[in-house]
């Protein structure tokens, strides 16, 4: 009946927890924060994020959530932490949400400050060992809210110990971090690291467990933004619609045009798919489902794939004034370039799901 | 798959149980071999899926989330889930009157009077009288209220002349409900009734519609000046587009939606692997990879989009937001799949059944034909993104 090992009764609980969670956080997020903040924040100098809002976010928990109870942190799962991203997503909220809570799960400690960690994933590191000391080279061109945080979490292989997960100072010897400038203002650094010593203090963990471990890393991270990138393209539709139920052209509501409807209807099922697509992904990490790694390229392909172009026909539903500074069309449309370019090319996606599909076909289909 | 608690997806009560092995027990004593077996006409076809639906009926399995009093057993949201799994697991048939068991049996039990449940309800169990549809007309399709089919009273009957199309199964039915037009002066949505027709009155013409394919699956219905007692309208006179909407708003339990597309993927991945003329594969391309993965995230979402709203079912709960784009999503996809085995195909995909070098022995030639009638079908695409938009959005009405 379901398309996982996972009972209707259980799916149709967690549903409803979830959106009991949805509703929760919606409450604080649109309290506290609206679009045109965001907006507001880009005309600043220097990166724009949110770091008030942060602090009292983190002292509901949330950049914790990831973090086993025994630990001090939430214990809280993958779909609990992707219904907060979607929400910081529609709030357009500029908080490192998705950064700093999948490192302090990662690390298995709470923060002790509000950018304590952020991890790298996907660097092409170098890992080499003299004298027992292993020492870490290599650029990683766009870490998201690098420029912000204290330190780095992230994993490099050697023939010695497999994969090694380390954990690296910002400050360190032969660390640097060169601040960037995108498109929505996220404080986001170019990382080098140049012959930097690790310490067995920085050692996390390494060998098979350090693999596992930083894989479901690298997943929920994706995820994550994932559902981020879902709830900003709703929230632009949504806007799309109620322009569109209010702005007379030729003495109607434009909303009632199919050329406008039509357009926001299909922006609107494209985020359906993306939800439904991150929820499987995420509830597949939960339960440590072998298909979690594919479930999640195939939520992050179509996201990149159709989610960008919501706030782009969110803009063409505005018309001229959606071209305005003045209206907060923008801070969608530059959030969203930015969180589909974080989450990679789609053809790296692409080639995890297209052996998923081919290795299901021998097996029979569950009825 | 074994027998488990747990092999719905659903925890069984001791009653679910009893039900599910009432249900394989009749499934194995009389789904016999010459009912599966594939019919050498239409008629034998025919033939054999109302003798189906007779033995469903005589095991009071019939119609089984009808009340009680019916005919039905009430079942529970769980129940039906069972049911339609098991009838899958062994693919059995469809009954004879199967759209009138979901849908016309329902609108009369909230609309009808007690004479008509008591004369219709139990022939429609028994599968006596088989049933059609006549809603579209040539001029009438997405906008189902403009419909011109005039139904004028003349003492204790109805007058109908007009003419209905996209009709399935007249051919061999027994009766046909329609909509027709008993108000002309009122407006378009309030001069309309629901009206039940003897397809053996004088004065009807059935001629099959011979489609794209070929083939002939629909038929047009032409009525002129044919008697109908008054008493054969459903619901109050005038009122038949409120009872029509409740008809079109009855759907099944339990049933896998997306199966089709599911399996129409699984055959795109097997065209895809299969080497063609220099031993290249398709998939070796990573434009088709591209496009199978665009495909194979529209499917997982939908199997994920149903088995929600099947839960919220048993919760008894409405389905959420991503239940009403499901139908305009499954529509595109198994049609846009449908155009992608031809160009999987190339040529050969082009090639009918019984040419020498038909792809998929001509499946994919007839399906690119077959799937435009995905997004026409129970609704455009159009027809659904206005829909959505109106009722799930809040957008203002087209005009």
């Not at chain 2, 004593?29 to 077996?37: H, K, Q, V, Y």
Request: with cysteine; charged share 20%; hydrophobic share 45%.
């Amino acid at each position: 009946m379901t398309p996982d090992a996972d009972s209707l009764v259980a799916l149709g609980a967690r549903s409803e927890a979830l959106a009991l969670l949805r509703g929760s956080a919606e409450d604080v997020l649109t309290r506290e924060w609206d679009p045109s903040r965001t907006r507001d924040l880009l005309d600043g100098e220097g990166p724009s994020w949110a770091r008030p809002l942060w602090e009292r976010l983190r002292g509901l928990g949330w950049a914790d959530l990831l973090v086993p109870e025994a630990h001090g942190g939430g214990g809280g799962t993958v779909s609990e932490l992707c219904v907060l991203a979607e929400t910081v997503g529609t709030s357009t909220a500029p908080v490192p949400l998705v950064a700093v809570s999948v490192a302090n799960g990662c690390l298995a400690r709470p923060a002790p400050s509000a950018v304590p960690c952020v991890p790298i994933t996907g660097a092409p590191w170098s890992l080499t060992r003299s004298a027992g000391e292993f020492r870490l080279s290599g650029h990683h061109p766009f870490v998201a809210y690098g420029d912000t945080a204290d330190s780095f979490v992230t994993a490099a292989a050697h023939p010695d110990v497999d994969i090694l997960l380390v954990h690296v100072d910002a400050n360190a010897p032969g660390v640097t971090s060169e601040p960037l400038d995108p498109l929505d203002g996220m404080p986001c650094a170019a990382v080098t690291f140049d012959d930097v010593n690790v310490d067995d203090d920085r050692i996390v963990a390494r060998g098979p467990s350090a693999a596992g471990r930083w894989h479901a890393t690298e997943l929920t991270s994706t995820v994550a933004w994932t559902a981020e990138l879902t709830g900003l393209a709703a929230a632009a539709n949504d806007l799309a619609v109620d322009y569109a139920k209010h702005r007379i052209a030729f003495g109607r509501p434009i909303g009632s045009f199919q050329a406008i409807k039509h357009r926001i209807v299909d922006q609107r099922a494209a985020i359906e798919v993306a939800r439904a697509l991150w929820l499987r992904a995420a509830v597949a990490l939960d339960g440590g489902a072998p298909d979690a790694s594919a479930l999640t390229a195939l939520a992050a392909f179509w996201a990149i794939d159709q989610l960008r172009a919501v706030p782009e026909g969110a803009i063409q539903v505005f018309g001229g004034i959606g071209y305005t500074w003045e209206h907060v069309a923008h801070v969608f449309l530059r959030r969203a370039a930015v969180l589909s370019a974080l989450l990679g090319p789609p053809a790296r996606h692409r080639e995890v799901v297209v052996p998923w599909l081919l290795s299901r076909m021998s097996e029979p289909r569950p009825t | 798959m074994t027998p488990s608690n747990d092999e719905y997806g659903v925890p069984l009560e001791p009653a679910d149980i009893a039900f599910r092995d009432e249900v394989r027990a009749f499934l194995r004593r009389e789904l016999t071999p010459e009912l599966s077996a594939k019919a050498r006409s239409e008629s034998e076809r025919i033939e054999q899926l109302r003798e189906w639906q007779l033995r469903l009926h005589a095991a009071g399995l019939a119609a089984i989330s009808w009340p009680e009093e019916f005919g039905g057993r009430a079942a529970t949201v769980v129940q039906q889930i069972v049911f339609s799994a098991e009838l899958a697991r062994v693919r059995a048939p469809e009954p004879v009157n199967r759209s009138a068991i979901n849908q016309l049996g329902p609108t009369i039990m909230q609309w009808g009077d007690d004479a008509q449940r008591a004369h219709f309800l139990p022939r429609i169990l028994t599968g006596e009288d088989v049933w059609c549809q006549g809603f579209s007309e040539p001029d009438a399709g997405s906008d189902l209220a403009s419909l011109r089919t005039r139904a004028e009273v003349d003492g204790e009957a109805l007058v109908v002349t007009g003419q209905k199309i996209w009709t399935s199964k007249a051919e061999y039915a027994d009766w046909i409900y329609i909509l027709a037009r008993t108000d002309p002066a009122a407006p378009k949505h309030e001069g309309i009734s629901f009206v039940l027709v003897d397809l053996r009155s004088d004065g009807i013409e059935i001629r099959p519609i011979r489609q794209i394919t070929g083939r002939s699956e629909f038929n047009e219905v032409f009525f002129s000046a044919v008697r109908i007692p008054l008493a054969n309208v459903v619901g109050r006179l005038n009122d038949g587009w409120r009872v029509a909407h409740s008809t079109l708003g009855y759907e099944r339990v339990g049933q896998s939606r997306t199966h089709r597309i599911e399996r129409r993927l699984d055959i795109l991945l097997d065209m895809a692997t299969t080497p063609v003329g220099d031993a290249t594969r398709p998939v070796d391309d990573p434009l088709v990879r591209h496009e199978l993965t665009r495909f194979a995230a529209q499917v997982e979402a939908l199997r994920q989009i149903a088995a929600q709203a099947t839960a919220a079912g048993v919760r008894g709960v409405e389905p959420g937001p991503e239940a009403s784009v499901a139908k305009l999503l499954t529509s595109e996809v198994d049609q846009a799949m449908a155009g992608f085995g031809l160009d999987l195909a190339g040529v050969a995909g082009t090639l009918r059944r019984g040419s020498p070098g038909a792809a998929k022995d001509g499946n994919v030639a007839l399906s690119y034909l077959l799937m435009r009638a995905a997004t026409l079908g129970a609704g455009t695409s159009e027809i659904q993104r206005n829909l959505i938009g109106e009722r799930l959005l809040g957008l203002p009405r087209d005009p």
